[in-house]
């Protein structure tokens, strides 16, 4: 495939998920940090927000299963993924997140479980976009940005949302 | 001049994305996950450090730490440097997801230099320097005194090259 239309399909997706709100302008400041030195660093620091929020949102699912609710460590573990979504620019997420405290706070168990649904929901969904958006999924399938290096091409950036 | 910065945050993303920013402004970075692995690297865990003077292998011209860590705090550990005497000159500065007046001034009470709200970004890590160049002064300056060389003077004019800090390795 050519480099541009490769391009052009690259920004086209990330305008995507800029537009419907999954990413914000965080995301483009990762984006600005990979450089020839560096050139897996989003990549990288998006692995590592995958695992740990898998580790936060098991420690919550069971953290909400106990018969005494401690809301306390909810709301830590809450406002730790609300960080590194923040930290990543997941939006989405980071709102959800935003939107837990205050239930946790009011200390409601029903509202909280709720709360945990949307934010696995959001997760989720943050995930899948992103993983197209960089990994290979597929191992014959290369991701679109792979695909660009390969072709001899450059990622493009949204300078838009810096 | 080389400067080398101790960065403190229990949030793995959060290390890395410091690191990184740091690394684009050339300067060496240490990246703990913890104040207690803080203090332990800046010497302070061990002995009683108040008035001793410790030669550490390393130095550090800059801390920059969470606020919400558990254990120590970025707080906790803000108060701890400016309680030694021998690294009360480092620069500290608090990162923060919060935006809570009272904890912001609370820390710039305690000496912080700064006080940034996360994410942290490039503009951020530009507002270091002029507080890196200060503390590297002030330290060769206490040095020069303790170590009975070179006046401060030599500080001030980085085009020199002369050989500093001779008593010094950086750990890479």
């Known amino acids: ?162 | 001049m080389e400067f080398h910065v101790l960065a403190v945050d229990d949030s793995i993303i959060d290390r890395k994305l410091i690191e990184r920013l740091l690394k684009t402004s050339s300067y060496q970075v240490t990246a703990v996950e913890s104040g207690v692995k803080a203090l332990e690297f800046l010497g302070l865990l061990d002995d009683e450090n108040t008035n001793t003077h410790v030669q550490k292998a390393v130095e550090v011209n800059l801390i920059i730490t969470d606020y919400s860590m558990p254990s120590v705090t970025g707080y906790d550990l803000l108060r701890k440097i400016k309680e030694s005497a021998m690294l009360k000159d480092i620069p500290v500065v608090i990162m923060s997801s919060e935006n809570i007046p009272s904890r912001i001034n609370n820390c710039l009470e305690q000496g912080a230099e700064e006080f940034f709200l996360k994410p942290v970004q490039q503009s951020d890590v530009n507002k270091l320097r002029p507080h890196l160049m200060r503390g590297k002064c002030r330290t060769q300056n206490q040095q020069n005194i303790i170590n009975k060389r070179k006046p401060l003077e030599e500080c001030l004019s980085p085009d020199r090259t002369r050989p500093r800090f001779n008593d010094f390795e950086l750990v890479q």
């Open chain 1, 1 to 162: 495939m050519e480099v541009d239309q490769l391009q052009r399909n690259f920004l086209e997706y990330t305008n995507l998920l800029f537009r419907e709100g999954f990413l914000d302008g965080q995301f483009s400041q990762l984006q600005l940090l990979q450089d020839e030195s560096n050139p897996d660093f989003v990549f990288e620091v998006v692995s590592l927000f995958f695992e740990d929020s898998e580790r936060l949102l098991n420690d919550l699912t069971i953290a909400l299963d106990q018969q005494n609710v401690d809301f306390k460590k909810i709301d830590a573990h809450v406002h730790q993924l609300k960080g590194s979504s923040s930290s990543i620019g997941a939006q989405r997420v980071k709102n959800t997140c935003i939107a837990f405290r205050d239930v946790c706070l009011e200390q409601n168990a029903e509202g909280c479980l709720r709360c945990l649904q949307q934010v696995k929901q959001e997760y989720l969904l943050v995930k899948t976009k992103l993983e197209a958006l960089l990994r290979v999924r597929v191992p014959h399938l290369f991701s679109l940005e792979q695909q660009i290096v390969a072709a001899g091409g450059a990622i493009p950036m949204l300078n838009d949302f810096c």
